[in-house]
């Protein structure tokens, strides 16, 4: 079990709306990655956030923004949703200085569909 | 420029057999990591096994062992004595050090046991 949890599971939403995903780290872990993953694709790095700012962007615009909290947990946000931004939403923890770097798990994602 | 390079959209086996899933990664670091993960119908992406660029030995896992092929810049995974739960998709990754933790994936070979 890797400790990582998610939510909402699914969530539908409006072209134009705002969406809030949530992630919980696995403990011990201090950074949190998220993900995009289309249909039919792999996984995209979006952002990843260590000791609550932003530590390496991927490719994706301004209107997805995140936060991390003091308990490591994180948020991923996307405002202004478009019908491309339909994916699974892929949070991953692992540790920064110290411990096994090569260590990422991932939560189960969050299914997100915009109409 | 693709960072990981999965030739093979789609694999089948029988079971009890062994199976070689191809991998080809891109990177002028000479630090990096490799990574192989799981992902059942379920949407969850599950950590297999890892190899380090330095690491002399190829990474072994029960029975999953990666073909570390350094001067081709190839990680293949290999499944031995394949199961009816092996069936999934398998996403080659790699973790670039110089530009940070960011993981590069690459676009999934779907494995499918045959009874």
């Known amino acids: 079990e890797t400790g990582v949890t998610q939510s909402p599971t699914h969530l539908i939403k409006t072209r134009g709306q705002q969406v809030t995903l949530r992630c919980s780290s696995q403990s011990g872990h201090n950074t949190v990655s998220w993900y995009q993953q289309a249909l039919g694709q792999g996984p995209q790095f979006i952002f990843q956030?260590?000791?609550?700012?932003?530590?390496g962007r991927g490719n994706f615009p301004p209107r997805f923004s995140g936060l991390q909290f003091p308990n490591y947990s994180s948020e991923l946000n996307v405002n202004a949703l478009e019908l491309d931004d339909s994916a699974l939403y892929l949070c991953?923890?692992?540790?920064?200085?110290?411990?096994?770097?090569?260590?990422?798990?991932f939560g189960p994602g969050t299914r997100l569909t915009v109409l | 420029a693709q960072k990981i390079t999965q030739t093979q959209p789609g694999m089948f086996v029988q079971e009890k057999e062994a199976v070689t899933l191809d991998c080809t990664y891109d990177t002028s670091d000479p630090s990096y990591g490799l990574f192989w993960y799981k992902q059942p119908s379920s949407g969850e992406m599950i950590f297999l096994i890892y190899?380090?660029?330095?690491?002399?030995q190829n990474a072994t896992e029960g029975r999953y062992s990666l073909n570390f092929q350094k001067a081709r810049k190839s990680a293949n995974l290999v499944i031995s004595a394949s199961q009816l739960g092996d069936s999934a998709m398998y996403f080659c990754?790699?973790?670039?050090?110089?530009?940070?933790?960011?993981?590069?994936f690459g676009t999934g070979t779907s494995l499918t046991v045959i009874p």
């Open positions: 991953a923890s692992s540790r920064t200085g110290g411990g096994n770097y090569n260590e990422q798990f």
């Open positions: 956030y260590y000791r609550e700012e932003e530590n």
């Open positions: 190899q380090g660029s330095y690491d002399q």
């Open positions: 990754a790699m973790r670039d050090f110089d530009t940070g933790n960011q993981f590069y």
